[in-house]
């Protein structure tokens, strides 16, 4: 079994200092968190991809700074590794305030809620990460922070106890979620604007993959940089990752660069696959497919047979096999297309769906 991927796409460790142009980003003693940081954009102008969605935001920002006025809360959906943090510290540079990062499970009390508020300064962005996370308690005290910029606080207890209510910097808020669907209404409704984030296009990737091995002084050519690109599962922090397993096998079995043919074997060694499916990914498509008959079947079911959460296969396995033709949903559960049949080196029965045509975009 491949390593798994995780749900957490939570708050990234220290900012390691930033590499310029000219500097090399020593990833050999980087963890997988700070290697990842390294290469995340400081800018718009640095930012591949999410194309509408950054000059949406361009909009926004130049108009609160040319206004003095804080950035609307807003709202950021979407698979992990699609850049939903990277953002919150792009716009963070862009506006030039502070990025405090939190997530839906660390503020675990009202208490912890008000100490992150009230260490927020003038127009600071506070990112919360897995907001569909927050216990209704803690998401109560966050409209009024939100919609007034106060918040009350209970001091003593019992019937000694006083209200005293606590004016806060005007600051805005940035939700993350992998589940736009687990997110109340009163919630949702006080976001100024949300936007669900698209998986990239395989010229995007090639370019992102481009621009980290330029950062890390990775050779690589063009024809490698697609190749590590479509086996990405169309997200660059899987690219990121994969970048730097394969830069490993360019340095001991060819010349140090990454070509095509070298991507391509050592991914395969890897266990990811032409179309970017790791373990995980065709241990689902074989159960649905092998197990179930190709479905349709319900997630409990799949989960159980695979012994993995529910919860991961819905926001991490799923949407990409989703986005790229292997399974769809029906409102019978899920079923095997014939691009999944063929994947896996089978004929598909006639009865299943076909999947569509990837042709232009990854496969
Ligand atoms: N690294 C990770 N995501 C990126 C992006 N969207 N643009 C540039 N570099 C990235």
């Not at 590794?81 to 963070?92: C, D, M, P, Q, S």
């Not at 990121?240 to 990454?258: K, S």
């Not at 990914?281 to 497919?289: I, P, Q």
Request: charged letters at 25%.
């Amino acid at each position: 079994m491949g390593r798994k991927r995780h749900l957490d796409d939570g708050p990234a460790a220290a900012m390691p200092a930033r590499a310029d142009d000219s500097e090399v980003v020593p990833t050999e003693s980087l963890g997988e968190r700070a290697y990842q940081v390294a290469l995340r954009p400081q800018c718009f102008e640095e930012y591949i991809g999410q194309r509408d969605l950054i000059d949406n935001l361009r909009v926004s920002v130049q108009a609160a700074k040319q206004g003095d006025w804080s950035l609307d809360h807003f709202l950021l959906a979407g698979p992990p590794g699609l850049g939903k943090t990277t953002l919150a510290h792009v716009i963070g540079n862009e506006l030039g305030v502070k990025v405090h990062v939190s997530s839906g499970p660390a503020i675990d009390h009202k208490g912890m809620l008000a100490s992150l508020l009230t260490s927020l300064g003038e127009g600071d962005v506070l990112f919360i990460d897995e907001i569909h996370r927050l216990q209704a308690v803690v998401e109560e005290n966050l409209y009024p922070a939100m919609e007034d910029f106060k918040f009350d606080l209970f001091i003593g207890d019992g019937p000694h106890a006083k209200a005293v209510t606590m004016k806060l910097p005007r600051f805005t808020l940035l939700g993350a979620t992998t589940r736009m669907g687990l997110l109340s209404a009163p919630l949702l409704d006080r976001f100024g604007f949300h936007w669900q984030l698209g998986y990239y296009e395989l010229d995007e990737m090639a370019a992102i993959v481009e621009r980290s091995a330029a950062l890390l002084r990775i050779g690589i050519d063009s024809a490698g940089a697609v190749e590590v690109a479509r086996r990405s599962r169309s997200t660059p922090r899987i690219a990121n990752r994969l970048l730097r397993r394969v830069r490993d096998f360019a340095a001991v079995e060819g010349d140090g660069t990454i070509t095509r043919a070298i991507a391509a074997s050592a991914l395969d060694r890897l266990r990811v696959d032409h179309a970017g499916l790791d373990a995980l990914d065709r241990s689902y498509l074989s159960v649905v497919v092998e197990r179930f008959d190709g479905g349709p079947v319900g997630v409990d079911a799949i989960a159980a047979s695979m012994s993995e959460e529910r919860g991961t296969l819905e926001e991490v396995v799923e949407p990409f096999l989703l986005q790229a033709g292997f399974v769809t949903r029906t409102p019978r559960g899920r079923m095997a297309t014939a691009t999944a049949f063929r994947h896996l080196g089978l004929r598909p029965p006639g009865r299943v769906p076909s999947g569509g045509s990837m042709q232009g975009k990854l496969f």
